[in-house]
């Protein structure tokens, strides 16, 4: 099966357009489970507001998959954006907690409090941890990761696990 590639015309690029490559990687336990005869609209709705919240421009239609492992139910969903993608699983084993892993990755600013935000709006987030990661290659002095950990919509802790440390980013200018 080929490839389907759907050019989106109507794309403005009224946003500027800058190189920050940014990640979140975010998973949650949810305060409740979702109404799985809801998936389309919980998904669309989410992928709405982040898309609107966050100035990001679709590449085509968001992508919804059910779950066919009745251990596990639930969808996966994936949205390419101009700069990248968001993409999620919502799975709800039945006894334990509900979960949301959500993959946020552009080339901007992920702003991840307001996408914790947006997440907790659509999927009602319990506890959660997250990482997040600022892959610079231009500026390697802002190359970092964070470990984050919060619970609904607010971050509670943020702690840097790595960064670039000056003599690595002496070594790799010197190495061009």
Not at 127 to 132: E, I, M, Q
Request: hydrophobic share 35%; charged share 25%.
């Amino acid at each position: 099966m080929g490839a389907r590639i759907t050019p989106k015309p109507e794309a403005t690029g009224r946003h500027p357009f800058r190189l920050v490559h940014q990640m979140l990687v975010l998973d949650a336990f949810l305060e409740a489970p979702l109404d799985q005869r809801r998936y389309e609209a919980i998904t669309c709705g989410f992928i709405d507001d982040v898309l609107s919240a966050l100035g990001m421009e679709a590449l085509g239609e968001v992508g919804i998959y059910l779950a066919n492992d009745p251990r596990a139910p639930g969808w996966s969903f994936i949205q390419p954006i101009t700069t990248s993608h968001l993409s999620g699983h919502y799975f709800d084993k039945p006894g334990l907690h509900p979960h949301l892993r959500l993959d946020a990755y552009r080339c901007d600013s992920v702003r991840q409090r307001r996408l914790s935000a947006l997440s907790h709006k659509h999927f009602r987030l319990g506890n959660w941890h997250a990482t997040f990661i600022d892959r610079e290659i231009d500026q390697p002095d802002r190359r970092r990761v964070l470990d984050l950990a919060g619970a609904g919509s607010e971050t509670q802790v943020e702690r840097t696990l790595a960064s670039t440390p000056e003599t690595k980013r002496e070594v790799f200018y010197a190495r061009r």
